[in-house]
């Protein structure tokens, strides 16, 4: 393969892209909003990259009527390290783009698709793990069921919604802005 | 073609003049949706899901509590122990409220007054006296609780308390009964010389949550019956009615009712504030007295009708009405006046080393509605009009207090005792309602046999005033406070108070500590269990010997709006509720031996019937 230079265009894009992905840290990423008739003004998990917020406590209380494990920031390694990762993820992203070499480009945007499938992969394997691992001591006894990570749930007398959120668009985005330099100086 | 343009223009012209005048609509416009449109049914509705524009604070009299209604809806909202045990909050049985009971079952809570900032409602505390024990209270209107009682020495029932100057620098507690200082005995035969009316002016440190006696004054033997406190020129200055200045020690019906004329003492709190800072007080049974005759200033007398009631100051300070019970007149007195008089040093004599003023250098106009009889308390709307309850004539008179004359009148039923105006006695009352607060509500509701309830009545003094709602309420609601309801800021949750030893946020945490013969539980309760130990075989049971001292603390681990919790032991006499996120502690002798269950009082979820536990008294060896 010949040595081809990145454009200077191309470089800035792909700074943009590491700029998203370090500023998608101060974002949520992912979360779920439980309404039922007793609240109706609703419950949410908010996920962050590195600590839960909403109403954690009030839907632990809730879950244990269904034998649910309760969540918190403990529960979850990867809030401890995930910064860490996605911050080694934007200053590759940078050098990558001061390189403005195609082949470490090529080799970043592999990374990243994995990253990116690995991640939401892990975040089945909890939805699995806390909807289907329920106690058998649980004073309400329901089937095991598996929340969708994307879209509208009925479990009891909640409706819940789970949804991506602005920090995992961003991520999204810095994906797009990765592939923009290839396609733009396609031969 | 200059014609074919006029026959247009003119055929156009006859067409809307025809088309007016057979369909034009010349009846006078009705306005769709007035105040005065609305039915009464409607101006008091509110639909589910909305809320009342006001909270009236009514007194309980000697329930001891305090009543919160809605306005304009008249629905009872809560009932707030103060002074009396409430099994339904469990209060006098927690720790907290049990030391503020200090051993009194029942109270008196006459006069609630709301805290204030610059003359206005600040929605922040309501105080309320005892008439009964002598004491006085505070409730945060954050939690609609009480943080502290505080009895008071030398005196004997504060009836016209309290009242609270215009930033709540002190509430003032004059004394219906005279008693000898520090409750002595005293042959009632030294009634004059060993008796005293004392008033005591307490002060509320909001940091603490505390209420202290800055210092009392020692008015002469006379019974004080209501009061109110100056406002914006007349600020530093309050009044009190006060009557039986005969000095009669029986059949006080009679005999305090002999002399024509009562008084209204007018005092300047500044300079008694003053007077203690020097030092002129004698120091009684701990507190700091002021003697009238040994250190004078500050007190003065104005003649007034007898056995007066009501003494009110106008929105703008400048004035204060007084009612006499018995005389059938309404006297309005000028602050200015009366401090133009003490400045002259008119006065006309003394009583008990206090100066009298003459009535007629304080006085601006006596007011008497024909047939108004009983006139007790007034209050006022936003135009400063005043409205006088008459308790013998059953009705509420509108008057001009700048004229005299009389505007409206309205009939209640009956016996007005007193009433309660939106804001009605800040320095800018809403003017939009008025409460009547009547003694008897005679066939009025659904009979409960020979004690009826008493009653309500809400008028709308918007317009002409009329009575749009009336309430069947318990004994006995006779004062209250009207706040705009967006000036309460409730909490829904208490905030996690991690200093707190007592406290215990994770379950893990839990224990049963023993120290002795005392045992210290440090559990939580969350829906639906009471944790008392989570390391325990049966975490929820507690395990004593007979004869230990037993400590609960309790947290109430659910931070969830509305999710409140109880803790009951049965046969033990216990019984405490604990708030979203509140820590409560009871202690008590675990003198039976026994098997007893513990259970949760307060309904909390589909498991609630499940939240049990026992407590265990091995029997002694």
């Keep these: 393969m010949k040595k081809a230079k990145l454009s200077i265009s191309s470089a800035l894009i792909i700074s943009c892209a590491a700029v998203l992905i370090g500023a998608s840290l101060f974002f949520p990423w992912w979360g779920m909003r439980f309404v039922a008739p007793q609240y109706p003004e609703g419950l949410d998990i908010i996920v962050y990259p590195n600590k839960l917020k909403g109403n954690i406590d009030i839907i632990n209380g809730l879950n244990h009527y269904i034998g649910m494990k309760p969540f918190s920031e403990e529960s979850f390694p990867e809030l401890s390290y995930l910064p860490y990762v996605i911050g080694a993820l934007a200053v590759l992203t940078l050098v990558v783009a001061w390189l403005r070499d195609k082949r470490w480009l090529f080799g970043l945007i592999i990374v990243f698709a994995f990253g990116g499938l690995l991640g939401l992969y892990d975040l089945h394997r909890w939805l699995v793990d806390f909807g289907t691992n329920l106690s058998d001591d649980a004073p309400i006894k329901i089937e095991p069921f598996v929340p969708p990570m994307f879209g509208e749930n009925r479990i009891a007398n909640f409706v819940t919604n789970s949804y991506f959120s602005t920090g995992a668009y961003m991520i999204g985005a810095a994906f797009l802005l990765l592939i923009l330099p290839l396609w733009k100086e396609r031969k | 073609m200059k014609k074919k343009w006029i026959s247009a223009i003119s055929g156009l012209a006859v067409g809307v003049l025809a088309s007016t005048v057979f369909f034009g609509d010349f009846s006078p416009k009705q306005p769709t949706s007035t105040a005065s449109a609305k039915t009464n049914a409607e101006k008091v509705y509110v639909p589910f899901g909305e809320k009342d524009e006001y909270y009236l604070f009514a007194s309980g009299g000697h329930s001891g509590q305090l009543f919160v209604y809605g306005v304009p809806s008249l629905r009872r909202i809560r009932t707030v122990p103060v002074f009396s045990l409430d099994s339904a909050t469990g209060y006098g049985w927690d720790e907290h409220s049990k030391k503020m009971l200090g051993g009194y079952t029942w109270g008196d809570l006459h006069h609630p007054a709301l805290s204030e900032t610059n003359g206005d409602y600040d929605g922040k505390y309501l105080f309320a006296t005892d008439v009964a024990n002598s004491r006085a209270a505070v409730m945060d209107l954050k939690t609609f609780t009480v943080k502290d009682i505080i009895s008071v020495p030398n005196t004997s029932g504060p009836h016209c308390a309290a009242f609270v100057t215009e930033n709540t620098e002190y509430l003032f507690l004059p004394t219906r009964f005279a008693v000898p200082l520090g409750d002595k005995y005293e042959s009632l035969d030294d009634y004059s010389t060993k008796y005293r ?425």
């Design chain 2, 197 to 621: 009316g004392v008033m005591s002016a307490v002060t509320f440190d909001e940091n603490e949550q505390k209420l202290n006696i800055a210092y009392q004054v020692a008015l002469p033997p006379w019974s004080y019956d209501l009061s109110d406190a100056g406002k914006k020129v007349s600020k530093d200055w309050a009044v009190i009615t006060t009557y039986n200045t005969e000095e009669a020690t029986t059949n006080l019906e009679i005999n305090a009712s002999k002399e024509d004329r009562d008084f209204i003492v007018l005092f300047n709190w500044r300079e008694l504030e003053k007077m203690v800072k020097e030092g002129k007080y004698d120091t009684v049974e701990g507190q700091k007295v002021i003697f009238p005759e040994k250190h004078e200033g500050g007190i003065y007398l104005i003649p007034v009708a007898k056995s007066p009631h009501g003494v009110d100051v106008t929105p703008d300070g400048k004035r204060f009405i007084a009612s006499g019970k018995l005389a059938p007149l309404l006297t309005v007195f000028s602050f200015e006046k009366a401090f133009k008089a003490i400045e002259n040093k008119e006065f006309a004599g003394e009583r008990n080393g206090i100066p009298i003023l003459k009535y007629e250098s304080v006085m601006e106009r006596e007011v008497n509605p024909e047939n108004a009889l009983g006139p007790l308390h007034t209050q006022f709307d936003d135009k400063g009009m005043a409205y006088t309850t008459m308790f013998i004539s059953s009705e509420v008179v509108k008057w001009d207090p700048n004229t005299g004359e009389v505007l409206d009148r309205v009939p209640v039923q009956y016996s007005p005792g007193h009433s309660v105006a939106a804001e009605g006695d800040t320095v800018s009352p809403d003017g939009k309602y008025l409460v009547s607060l009547n003694k008897l509500a005679k066939d009025s509701y659904l009979s409960v046999g020979p004690s009826h309830p008493e009653s309500m009545q809400l008028i709308d003094i918007s317009g002409k005033m009329e009575v749009i709602q009336s309430a069947p309420v318990d004994p006995e609601p006779h004062y209250g406070q009207m706040i705009k309801a967006d000036k309460i800021k409730t909490i829904e949750v208490y905030p996690k108070d991690e200093k707190n030893p007592y406290a215990v946020f994770n379950q893990k945490d839990t224990r049963i500590v023993r120290k002795g013969n005392e045992v210290h539980v440090y559990g939580i309760a969350m829906r639906s269990k009471f944790i008392f130990d989570a390391k325990a075989k049966r975490p929820d049971v507690i395990e004593v010997n007979e004869g230990d001292k037993v400590f609960i603390h309790l947290t109430n681990i659910d931070r969830d709006e509305d999710i409140t919790h109880g803790f009951a032991i049965n046969k033990y006499n216990i019984n405490i509720e604990v708030q979203p996120g509140q820590t409560n502690t009871v202690e008590f002798v675990a003198d039976k031996a026994g098997t007893y269950p513990i259970y949760c009082t307060n309904f909390c979820s589909a498991l609630h019937q499940e939240m049990t536990g026992y407590l265990l008294v091995k029997p002694k060896q």
